[in-house]
Antibody, heavy 121, light 110 residues
Framework: EVQLLESGGGLVQPGGSLRLSCAVSGFTFRSYAMSWVRQAPGKGLEWVSAISGSGGSTYYADSVKGRFTISRDNSKNTLYLQMNSLRDEDTAVYYC??????????????WGQGTLVTVSS | QSVLTQPPSVSAAPGQKVTISCSGSSSNIGNNYVSWYQQLPGTAPKLLIYENNKRPSGIPDRFSGSKSGTSATLGITGLQTGDEADYYCGTWDSSLSAGLFGGGTNLTVL
């Protein structure tokens, strides 16, 4: 059974940093690209970032480029999202997601339950 | 404002059919596969359709997808109250090298 378990969310002040983690099980982690997708309260889905199975290719939404860094540790079956210079508009539930392919262009076939990040003073 | 345009809401009676559109451009829908997701209230999204018209295992054939040019459509037949949810289209944008989601469509089964 595929499982994706996010952690690391919480309350942070504007300008602060946070690192999200996603521990996965139930599939060969290195064989699949992974993504982060967020959803602000009461709003729609927003694609944030993706990383290829090897970790050699990364992609970012313009809204987070230069502030967020996606990475993965294939030896630990764990995906990360380092978020710096956080803004109020980054407040959202962040979903860890497994892509159907290795490359990172979607689609997403499994989603975690999400972790809430709140940016507020 | 999403790059992919969906109607904010649609509604139909139980047992009827509904379609949800998703409009984009040549850099996204026009040259990439489209997927569709269902998000029930308070839950994570779920993949319904991938590669324009393929259904993952376990998704009933009441759900279908199609694509023509720079637009895609999700169809749902035999509507049930349990289908009430938000539906999102998704694709890749080759110019942006980024993923995209539509703004979402809320389905009400009257």
């Amino acid at each position: 059974e595929v499982q994706l378990l996010e952690s690391g969310g919480g309350l942070v002040q504007p300008g602060g940093s946070l690192r999200l983690s996603c521990a996965v099980s139930g599939f060969t982690f290195r064989s699949y690209a992974m993504s982060w997708v967020r959803q602000a309260p009461g709003k729609g889905l927003e694609w944030v970032s993706a990383i290829s199975g090897s970790g050699g290719s990364t992609y970012y939404a313009d809204s987070v480029k230069g502030r967020f860094t996606i990475s993965r540790d294939n030896s630990k079956n764990t995906l990360y999202l380092q978020m710096n210079s956080l803004r109020d508009e980054d407040t959202a539930v962040y979903y860890c997601a497994k892509d159907l392919t290795r490359v990172g262009a979607g689609p997403i076939d499994y989603w975690g339950q999400g972790t809430l990040v709140t940016v507020s003073s | 404002q999403s790059v992919l345009t969906q109607p904010p809401s649609v509604s139909a009676a139980p047992g009827q059919k509904v379609t949800i559109s998703c409009s984009g451009s040549s850099s996204n829908i026009g040259n990439n596969y489209v997927s569709w997701y269902q998000q029930l209230p308070g839950t994570a999204p779920k993949l319904l359709i991938y590669e324009n018209n393929k259904r993952p295992s376990g998704i009933p054939d009441r759900f279908s997808g199609s694509k023509s040019g720079t637009s895609a459509t999700l169809g749902i037949t035999g509507l049930q109250t349990g289908d009430e949810a938000d539906y999102y289209c998704g694709t890749w944008d080759s110019s942006l090298s980024a993923g995209l989601f539509g703004g979402g469509t809320n389905l009400t089964v009257l």
